[in-house]
């Protein structure tokens, strides 16, 4: 009897173990590319029962249930469910890229390119690489390990930096924001400073090189970076950051996430302060930025989306450039050396300075109507405000007023004095500011319909109204009572006073509006398709300081653009595939210094014309469990291109500093292959590499158009640029990478970067006169360069929060290099000015999840 009892006892804990066992499911979360997806979701199908993977996209789930499904999704990426009958260690769970799971974040969703699907070239890199590399490097720094980019930071004041896509500017390249573009209206450019917040909330960056996969009327010759920002699919939470840096570099921010509530409404706010001293001398620099996500699923067919982000701030400028023999006789070498700023009072005192703030939002609706078809609407505004401060007069920046030699600071105390000595003779010398805003109204339309299983059709509007008001402002008299005014206009030769307007004053208005239409192909191991797209860009000008009248307003220019592309994907099976695209398109001249014939002025340029661009691509990729690579060849024929220049002033007596060019009537063939790869040696080993070779040359020669200053015209004749290189971008350039993991929770990095066959910006006034020998000579090749790069992270807890501590050194062995440069009369080094590239720089930060 007693054995029997010792049997049921026996049994019965038997069984209780039985009934309270856990079962325990383990695994790591890859993207396509083998990398970790940290913050994937992983749920029991069924239940409430979920887990978000760690850092590194690993998970450990628990559950009661002895069987069944999870599934396993990540924002971009197709979801995946997998059974288990037991507990158990998935291995690693790779997730493929997917456009329809985008469109809960993407604006238009109809911007962003799937791996072994949209026939481009592409590159994406993710928020976790963006923190971890990113350091005190600004967004065009991050890709410059890319195929065809080509990114420096210019003069190094903060926000300044600028980057060439396949030896093409940014105003040729489109860059958007969840889908929206931001180019400048009236002159294509991108200014980074304005969106230098949105590296801390930025989910994912695309670079598409060639004619990309937007559908909407922004016709990109370079290519197109989109920026998808985070959205409600944050989880609740936060995270804390904090960095430092060389130079007195300081950041702190926070981001706070709601995750989506039970009525079915979610926020995520960030925002973040950042300042410092500058590498550059005489560059500080200080900046608030924010960021506000606001979402709200209706019912199952409706959503609303409000977003808004922008960056206000203020930094000093390096204007002015000087020769490598001009800086190599500076005190330290030239690297830092800025002939911009001084002392006043004590205090520093910038003579070039930037201060502009420009928030951006969007109201985004997204409509269900059913299983096949679906719209997206964004209506959005953009009003940005600020300007660049510059110098009136003569003895500002001159050698003669430094405290010191040539290459120390100003001494404004000494111009102060000297003006509240002139007494009614006025200002010698005087601060102005080149001040520019805008507003900026917008909406994007979209419908995606599934003709069949196999066809869909998406189709929208894209349209635009802008109105940019730009002037000079006399900002500072220094000491003086008044400052009679050296430039032309209604004005010239008057006493102003600060707040008075002078040079310039008009409002520039664009007003756009475009028809776009895709047709897509996917079936089995084809997938295609053929867009076009429409667009009508009115341009028109008020002018309220050079006319008798006092306003002067022009006629309404129009430019009709059009264009197609087309391209197909073949997977000829799960490890290799190849792709195709061709397109052609026309592209509307900017309404800066081509449409018009100078700020001053309300004239047509009656020779403005849309450029046409016609491009062809091929490509192969290669994909397995641990090597990934691509191979790309391109050929870009560029008719009729509209180019500016601006340069400074080769004659030193000249009464203006800087000249302005604009060619017109110009072709240009860029040609190239790129290749990449990523190679997972093992568990703790990952190599990376690029190399990007192009052949970019002027095809004719073009019409040049040189003015001061003041807009006064100087020169005004052909300009023989045919079969000389193409400028202002290393045409060629390599990079590897490696990452090790040292330790389960440290990883090392080192990365290489190499440029060369890089020229100058071209004078273009050594090339007006067929008779000269020089006239067909290339622009100054400048020196190539190599840098190292360097970074460490670890990942630790703090408590119960995650926390990653990131190291960075960039030219970790502090390389002097040239990174930009403009020619100078005789075509060499010897009078080509020039800016020097970062020597060596560090950053520290760390971030805490809570």
């Known amino acids: 009897m007693r054995k029997f009892k010792h049997l049921l006892m026996v049994a019965v804990l038997c069984t209780s173990a039985t009934i309270f066992a856990q079962t325990k499911l383990t695994g790591k979360v890859v993207d396509e590319t083998s990398q970790p997806l940290p913050g994937a979701s992983i749920v029991v ?95 065009p720094e991050i890709l410059k390990s890319t195929p065809g980019v080509y990114a420096t930071k210019a003069g190094g004041g903060y926000g300044d930096s600028r980057i060439n896509l396949r030896g093409f500017e940014s105003n040729n390249i489109a860059v958007m924001i969840n889908g929206i573009p931001v180019n400048d209206m009236e002159n294509g450019r991108v200014y980074w400073s304005n969106w230098a917040g949105l590296s801390d909330v930025t989910s994912a960056m695309q670079v598409q090189r060639g004619l990309g996969a937007s559908k909407v009327a922004v016709p990109s010759i370079g290519g197109t970076i989109n920026i998808i920002s985070k959205s409600y699919d944050a989880e609740m939470g936060g995270i804390i950051r904090y960095g430092i840096g060389n130079d007195g570099y300081k950041k702190y921010g926070v981001t706070l996430s709601t995750g989506l509530m039970d009525n079915d409404f979610a926020a995520t706010v960030s925002a973040a302060k950042i300042n410092g001293d500058g590498y550059v001398d005489g560059t500080q620099f200080d900046g608030y930025n924010y960021f506000i996500n606001l979402t709200k699923i209706i ?36 690297k830092r050396f800025n002939p911009d700023w001084g002392y006043r009072d004590g205090e520093v005192e910038h003579l070039s300075y930037n201060f502009y703030h420009k928030p951006q939002m969007s109201l985004n609706h997204y409509w269900t109507i059913n299983d096949r078809t679906n719209i997206s609407t964004a209506l959005y505004a953009s009003f940005g405000s600020g300007g660049g401060r510059r110098d009136g007069g003569s003895k500002l920046g001159s050698d003669e007023y430094r405290l010191g030699g040539f290459d120390q600071p100003i001494d404004f105390d000494r111009v102060v004095e000297e003006n509240i000595a002139n007494g009614l003779a006025g200002s010698s010398d005087v601060i102005l500011a080149s001040k520019n805003s805008h507003k900026w109204y917008g909406v994007l339309s979209t419908l995606k319909t599934d ?68 047709l897509e192909y996917s079936k089995d191991k084809l ?135 604009s060619l017109s009537g110009l072709d240009a063939l860029h040609q190239g292959v790129e290749v990449d790869f990523r190679y997972n040696a093992n568990d703790k080993l990952t190599l990376t590499g690029m190399a990007s070779l192009g052949n970019w040359n002027w095809k004719s020669d073009g019409y040049g158009v040189v003015r ?14 045919k079969d000389l290189k193409v400028s202002d971008a290393a045409q060629t350039t390599f990079a590897l990478g490696a990452t090790y993991k040292l330790l389960p929770s440290t990883s090392i990095s080192l990365d290489y970067n190499y440029a060369g066959d890089i020229y100058a910006k071209f004078y273009v006034n050594r090339r007006t006169s ?79 999840n809570f």
């Open 45 to 139: 199908k069924g239940s409430s029962t979920g887990v978000s993977t760690d850092f590194d996209g690993n998970f450990t789930l628990e559950t009661a249930i002895s069987n069944g499904t999870i599934e396993v999704s990540f924002v971009g990426y197709e979801a995946k469910n997998l059974t288990f009958n037991g507990s158990k260690n998935f291995g690693s769970i790779a997730l493929n890229p997917s456009a329809e799971s985008l469109e809960e974040i993407i604006i238009t969703a109809v911007s962003f390119a799937v791996d072994r699907k949209t026939p481009v070239a592409v590159s994406t890199i993710k928020s976790e690489a963006i923190e971890v590399k990113l350091g005190t490097q600004e967004f």
């Open 299 to 334: 019912n199952a067919n409706h959503k609303l989306a409000f977003t808004a982000f922008g960056a206000q701030q203020t930094h000093g400028q390096r204007y002015n450039n000087l020769t490598i023999a001009q800086n190599r006789a500076t005190e330290q070498g030239g």
């Open 451 to 518: 003709l069949s299983e196999t066809l869909a059709l998406t189709a929208g509007i894209d349209a635009r109204y802008y109105v940019g008001k730009h002037y000079y402002e006399l900002m500072d008299l220094l000491g003086g009572q008044f400052w009679l005014n050296t430039y032309g206009g209604n004005n010239a030769g008057e006493p102003l006073k600060v707040g008075d307007k002078l040079n310039k004053d008009y409002d520039g208005k664009v007003v756009r509006g475009g028809l776009f239409a895709q």
């Open 527 to 661: 997938a295609g398709f053929l867009s076009t797209s429409a667009s009508n860009v009115q341009y028109s000008k008020e002018e309220y300081l050079n006319y008798a009248s006092g306003a002067e307003k022009s006629e309404k220019v129009n430019f009709l653009e059009y264009g197609i592309k087309g391209g197909a994907n073949y997977n000829l099976d799960d490890t290799n595939n190849v792709f195709a695209n061709v397109g052609y398109f026309t592209k509307a001249p900017f309404l800066t210094d081509f449409v018009f014939t100078s700020d001053q002025s309300v004239e047509v340029n009656e020779n403005a014309e849309n450029e046409k661009v016609f491009s062809a691509e091929i490509g192969y990729g290669y994909r397995s469990s641990n090597f990934s690579a691509n191979v790309n060849i391109y050929n870009t024929s560029w008719l009729d291109k509209s180019k500016v220049l601006s340069y400074r002033n080769p004659d030193q007596n000249a009464t203006s500093d800087f000249l302005y060019g």
């Open 708 to 721: 001061d200053e003041g807009g006064n015209l100087l020169t005004e004749e052909t300009v023989y640029a």
């Open 770 to 848: 067929n008779t000269a020998d020089n006239f067909r000579q290339d622009p100054w090749k400048m020196p190539s360069y190599n840098l190292f790069d360097f970074g460490i992270t670890h990942k630790f807890q703090i408590g119960d929060f995650d926390a990653r501590l990131t190291g960075n050194i960039n030219n970790l062995f502090n390389v002097e290099y040239v990174s930009d440069a403009f020619e100078g009369s005789t075509g060499t080094y010897t009078d080509a000015n020039v800016y020097y590239g970062y020597g060596r720089t560090y950053s520290v930060g760390i971030k805490v």
